[in-house]
């Protein structure tokens, strides 16, 4: 099985043969590129697989997982095609790597925390968690897709309280959604704009290595 997407890997040190390890999917946001997000999980290599993926979409100086028609609208076919593409790409990672297919983990800023929330509720039992920075999740999502997220699913949201990119109460309104699914969601809130603070970026490493104990 071979993939058309474009990746960046980091693997765990001093793998031991014949062990699988947890995988962390990593997603940038829209006009960026693969390299930009790997500061962001600096140090996680030693537990995980990463793959931070390129969108298949040129977008400026970078790349997009999708094209958007208006303020929070998402053009419906070429966000699908996205996430048909980025699923088919877990699941080649993990047909081809060493990882363990219980404990795949999805991290995105804004586009990619977009097109991540959206994965964990389409993927089933094959997503463990999700770290969501600073995303929403499309109307469309969660009136026509068919949502089915995992018995074991947890999720990590957080938001700027001054973004003004992305408005900080669709941050809230995702905490909402993913609650009335029954999904434990942890929520953080800075006082940034369309950013991952330092402090952001402690939490949500802190809440990823919790999560991978339980």
């Given at each position: ?92 990672a993990s ?43 499309p109307q ?56 991952v603070s ?17």
């Amino acid at each position: 099985m071979e993939t058309e997407m474009k990746y960046e890997l980091r693997r765990p040190k001093n793998m031991i043969p014949g062990k699988k390890y947890p995988a962390l999917f990593v997603m940038h946001g829209i006009g960026s590129n693969e390299q930009n997000m790997l500061s962001l999980v600096n140090g996680l290599e030693d537990s995980f697989f990463i793959f931070s993926i390129r969108g298949h979409l040129t977008q400026g100086p970078g790349f997009a997982y999708f094209t958007i028609q208006g303020y929070g609208k998402p053009h419906r076919e070429v966000f699908d095609d996205g996430i048909k593409k980025l699923a088919k790409f877990i699941e080649y990672a993990s047909i081809n790597y060493e990882i363990d297919p219980h404990q795949l983990y999805l991290l995105g800023f804004s586009q990619g925390a977009i097109v991540s929330m959206t994965l964990a509720l389409t993927l089933g039992n094959k997503i463990k968690g999700v770290v969501a920075l600073s995303g929403y999740i499309p109307q469309f999502v969660k009136e026509e897709y068919i949502t089915n997220p995992g018995k074991h699913l947890s999720v990590f949201i957080s938001h700027g309280e001054f973004d003004q990119v992305l408005p900080y109460e669709w941050g809230k309104e995702n905490v909402d959604y993913f609650t009335e699914l029954g999904i434990p969601v942890t929520f953080k809130s800075y006082l940034e704009g369309h950013t991952v603070s330092e402090k952001n970026l402690q939490d949500f490493k802190s809440w990823i290595l919790n999560d991978l104990q339980r």
